[in-house]
Nanobody
Framework: QVQLVESWGGSVQAGGSLRLSCATE????????LGWFRQAPGKEREFVSG???????TVADSVKGRFTISRDNAKNTLYLQMNILKPEDTAVYYC??????????????????WGQGTQVTVSS
């Protein structure tokens, strides 16, 4: 059974950094596409960044230049390095996975597997 578990969320002051991890398990072949999404209170879930198995990435304009997605297929882990955090980055962050090609990237409905989420809080 495929499982995704996010970790290393937390609270940080504006301008600070966090590195989220998403451990994945329960499969033989690594997911073709992995993504990070976030959902702030009262708002819809939105795309943050995605990466396919070849390493091609897509980043939302709101975090471009501040957030970097990466994956380690040997460790079955997805990462999100978040720098220069802003209060508006406060949200629950979710990782997602799918095996279909092409990668759904920013399309929420394209991902079949989701983690439980990790809270990121940025104070001003």
């Amino acid at each position: 059974q495929v499982q995704l578990v996010e970790s290393w969320g937390g609270s940080v002051q504006a301008g600070g950094s966090l590195r989220l991890s998403c451990a994945t398990e329960g499969y033989v072949v690594a997911p073709y596409c992995l993504g990070w999404f976030r959902q702030a209170p009262g708002k819809e879930r939105e795309f943050v960044s995605g990466i396919n198995r070849e390493g091609t990435t897509t980043v939302a304009d709101s975090v471009k230049g501040r957030f970097t997605i990466s994956r380690d297929n040997a460790k079955n882990t997805l990462y999100l390095q978040m720098n220069i955090l802003k209060p508006e980055d406060t949200a629950v962050y979710y990782c997602a996975a799918d095996w279909r090609d092409p990668c759904p990237m920013g399309r929420i409905e394209g991902y079949n597997y989701w983690g439980q989420g990790t809270q990121v809080t940025v104070s001003s």
